[in-house]
């Protein structure tokens, strides 16, 4: 494994190697991908390898510019209304994270879309990964740079504690700002349906669209997907997780070699004050007792949740308590999140 900087120089590097069937982690706005040519059968075979994905669960596929959509999905063939969807959405939130689910072309391997008839795509903003693809094959498969099912990596070190040479290459492009993976929206639908919550709300693609989304549902049942991020189990940290309500969480007694994870600050204060006077004068935070945002900001307290789960899941706890998000733009990506984390 070889890690490189965003610097020019280093971004022709991973671009060659992607040109040449390696295995590329790279940084998006998200979270970090683990990249491949999609359209070598080969390197997409090593990617399933590398996670331990099983090959049912479809890939997503990136590119670096919206005419470059047309190598990998073909939204001309879709209904009328449906294909005025697409413009309006991609319009609007391409680049960002946004993964629209197409019909696909034919001509991109079945690894790619686990042989369904459509092809999730994603148009990411971060520059270095829109530089990365551009300049290897304007089309590159990406599912999380972490094994199958485990946290998903929102920093270099993240991937290389999880993968390490399983990655040719890692691109140290630093923190992913928005923290949790992209929106999943099937258009291939109607009314079109969230497969999986993400970086961009409910309330904005609604809003947007101008009537109701369908989904999600929580997919209990799935078991051959046609979006990553659909399995009942799911970014899970190795340490038990259980998921509490805010008045629940509160209730619970602090304990120790135990985790315990707010959303708020002030949630976490409120806690520490019931623990008195056990907790003693000092309520600062410590390395198994966190909150996610300290004002109680869905944005911050989803750029800092996989973040704050790898450090917990380093600490040799017995579990992790934690406490649900306000159900309500992103906090339903954080929720998502960490009921498929549970237990």
Known sequence: MTLLSACDADLEIAAVALRD????AFPTETVYGLGADAFNPRALARVFEAKGR???DPLIVHIAALED????????ILPSESRARFELFSAEFWPGPLTLVLPRRAELPDLATSGLPTVAVRFPAHPVARKIIALSTCAVAAPSANPFGRLSPT???HVRNQLGEKADFIVDGGISPVGVESTVLDLTVDPPRILRPGGVSREALEALAGTALGGPDN???VTAPNSPGMLKSH??????LLLHGGAEMLRLPREKNTGYLFFSGRSLGL???RQAPSVGPDRAETPEIRALSETGSAADAAAGLFSALHRMDALGLLCIHAERAPDSGL???INDRLERASC
């Open 219 to 221: 997919n209990a049942g």
């Open 54 to 56: 099983p090959r049912f």
């Open 271 to 273: 806690w520490l004050a």
């Open 21 to 24: 069937g390696c295995l590329v």
């Open 235 to 240: 970014y899970a940290p190795l340490t038990p």
């Open 69 to 76: 959509i047309s190598r990998v999905a073909r939204p001309e």
């Open 331 to 333: 906090g339903r990506a």
């Open 155 to 157: 920093s270099a070190d």
